[in-house]
């Protein structure tokens, strides 16, 4: 998380280069300016407002319409989002709806990766190259979006019923139930129910449930999850992805097809036909019936448990289900170093650390606070702040995450404080035993944290 400091900066010297900052409401009048005071009421507006450098912002709601960048003049420094692209919530409730007549959002082709749409839900789209989004060989971004239920469809070649051609980073997407599908006959195909020529990296996705599909004579179904994506795919859990062909032709790849990448640290299970076809060898990941080897992949069942947020939670032992996954601490690195030591596996929410788990992490809804040596001030908040139970904290060095108890105990905190609330009462100056975990943080009471480890940061459950 950056600082309140480096935000403040970004966003001055992007006043100073004359940066805008557009509101979409689906709720508004038309004719609106985009101001805060007055905002669209079509994405497509903020869009065509824009230039370089700008941003556009979705309040919750729902926008039927087919969003594209053609005419734009925007190449770089730009980004479509929702108001808080990491809370699910917020995702789930800002949804763009092609209406079953074209691309949800189209791409043109000349986007750098600084281009980015991040924390919509897209879904509804109809097109045979990219239903969900049509990238356009561009090399565009995309980031904590929901990509569902849209279809790619013609009597010839369709590709990517979520996303086709896109070449540009695509990092905690989930990209579930849309299908990719031909009703033609003879070398015909339907490629990539999920993902199709997507040649950048594929990062922390749960790429689910999407199907190739075709019914005519000889026609070929291939890449149910994804087909043709050539970039690395990491900590990805493709899982319950089909390829199938009711006319007689090839069905290969369930999970995968020609993806020719390094894959790593991902779970690969519940495919059908097949898990990966004419792929890379994936090492370090979970696959079922095995991938004739490759180094530290693992066949074991996954054991994917139901949490807060979906159904590909990994069971933990330790948030009270009866056996630990096999993909718990199997993948290769740290969860750090993957940028994954805030999200989580675990259906009570406990971020990753040390050696990273295998698969898709889940946002964990968690705030991070970046501590100083020395005094930090940790219980303030505004009016209406709720205390905070320490057995929901968490330090994290960047390489391990402690609870409170095992990070004094390292001696990477101490304990002393002012106006610390606990089962009976409040203390004054000072704790004079550890903190139990029924014991909490008072907003507007003043617990001052004595930091002794450089580069902690603290997370608190939102």
Avoid at 107 to 116: D, H, K, Q
Avoid at 237 to 249: E, K
Avoid at 287 to 314: H, K
Wanted: hydrophobic content about 35%.
């Amino acid at each position: 998380m950056r600082s309140v400091h480096a935000v403040l900066l970004a966003a001055a010297l992007a006043g100073l280069a004359g940066a805008v900052t557009y509101y979409v409401d689906a709720a508004a009048l038309p004719g609106g300016d985009g101001s805060v005071g007055n905002p669209f009421n079509l994405v497509q507006d903020g869009i065509d407002a824009s230039g370089n450098g700008d941003e556009v912002v979705v309040l919750p709601g729902t926008y039927v319409e087919n969003v594209s960048f053609s005419g734009s003049g925007i190449t770089a420094d730009f980004t479509l989002r929702s108001t808080d692209p990491e809370d699910p919530g917020v995702v789930a409730g800002t949804v763009i709806d092609g209406d079953g007549t074209g691309p949800v959002v189209a791409f043109i082709g000349v986007e750098t990766s600084t281009v980015l749409v991040t924390g919509l839900t897209i879904t509804n789209g109809y097109y045979n190259l990219g239903a969900g989004v049509m990238g356009k060989n561009g090399s565009a971004s995309l980031s904590y979006c929901v990509i569902t239920g849209n279809t790619s469809h013609s009597s010839l070649v369709s590709r990517g019923g979520g996303v086709h051609g896109l070449y540009g980073p695509i990092t905690h997407c989930v990209i579930t139930h849309n299908t990719v599908s031909t009703d033609g006959a003879g070398a015909v195909t339907a490629g990539g129910g999920g993902l199709s020529y997507c040649d950048g990296s594929i990062s922390n996705c749960l790429i689910d449930r999407n199907t190739a599909s075709t019914t005519g004579v000889g026609a070929h179904a291939v890449g149910g999850g994804l087909y043709e994506c050539n970039g690395t795919i990491s900590n990805c859990t493709i899982a319950g992805n089909r390829a199938l062909s009711t006319g007689g032709g090839t069905e290969q790849g369930g999970g995968l097809d020609h993806c020719a990448g390094t894959i790593i640290n991902c779970i690969i299970y519940f495919n059908n036909p097949d898990q990966l076809a004419f792929s890379s060898l994936p090492t370090y990941s979970c696959i079922e019936g095995g991938g004739g080897g490759g180094t530290g992949n693992i066949t074991a069942d996954p054991l994917f448990v139901t949490g807060p947020r979906g159904d590909y939670y990994l069971s933990h032992i330790a948030a009270g289900q009866a056996s630990d996954s096999p993909c718990i601490d199997a993948g290769s690195g740290t969860a750090a170093s993957h940028g994954l030591d805030t999200f989580t596996t675990r259906t009570d929410e406990v971020t990753d650390s040390l050696i990273v788990d295998m698969g898709y992490h889940y946002t964990s809804p968690r705030y991070v606070y970046t501590l100083s040596l020395g005094w930090n001030l940790i219980g303030y908040g505004g009016p209406g702040c709720s205390p905070v139970h320490l057995s929901g904290v968490v330090f994290s060095d960047g390489v391990e995450a402690r609870t409170w108890e095992h990070a004094a105990g390292a001696g990477w905190i101490q304990d002393p404080a002012f106006y610390y609330q606990t089962g009976v009462g409040y203390l004054q100056l000072g704790i004079p035993a550890p903190p139990r975990d029924s014991d909490q943080i008072e907003p507007r009471l003043g617990y001052w944290l004595l930091v002794n480890q450089a580069g902690l940061t603290m997370l608190l459950s939102r």
